[in-house]
Nanobody, 122 residues
Framework: QVQLVESGGGLVQPGGSLRLSCATSGFTLDYVAIGWFRQAPGKEREGVACISSGLITNYADSVKGRFFISRNNDRNTAYLQMNSLKPEDTAVYYC????????????????WGQGTQVTVSS
């Protein structure tokens, strides 16, 4: 079955960095886009970044220049490098896919990981 498992979250001070990982199984990662989303308390689920099978990337305006999405298809893993973290980045971060090749669909992905907590606080 399709499975996505996030890891790498934790507590970090403002200005710090974290690298999240998304280990995938049950499908061939080479052929699909992977996105990162986040859910903060009292806020709507927000798309953070996406990388297509062709390595085209998209970022939310709030994270452009700070967050970087990448993938290693040989390891069946996607990553989210988060730099210059701010308290407002605090959220549960999820990786997700709809098994399509490209990003930018208005519909939500169908497959999600369980999430990893990122807390940015002094």
């Amino acid at each position: 079955q399709v499975q996505l498992v996030e890891s790498g979250g934790g507590l970090v001070q403002p200005g710090g960095s974290l690298r999240l990982s998304c280990a995938t199984s049950g499908f061939t990662l080479d052929y699909v886009a992977i996105g990162w989303f986040r859910q903060a308390p009292g806020k709507e689920r927000e798309g953070v970044a996406c990388i297509s099978s062709g390595l085209i990337t998209n970022y939310a305006d709030s994270v452009k220049g700070r967050f970087f999405i990448s993938r290693n298809n040989d390891r069946n893993t996607a990553y989210l490098q988060m730099n210059s973290l701010k308290p407002e980045d605090t959220a549960v971060y999820y990786c997700a896919t709809d098994l399509r090749r490209s990003c930018g669909s208005s519909s939500l992905p169908g497959y999600w990981g369980q999430g990893t907590q990122v807390t940015v606080s002094s």
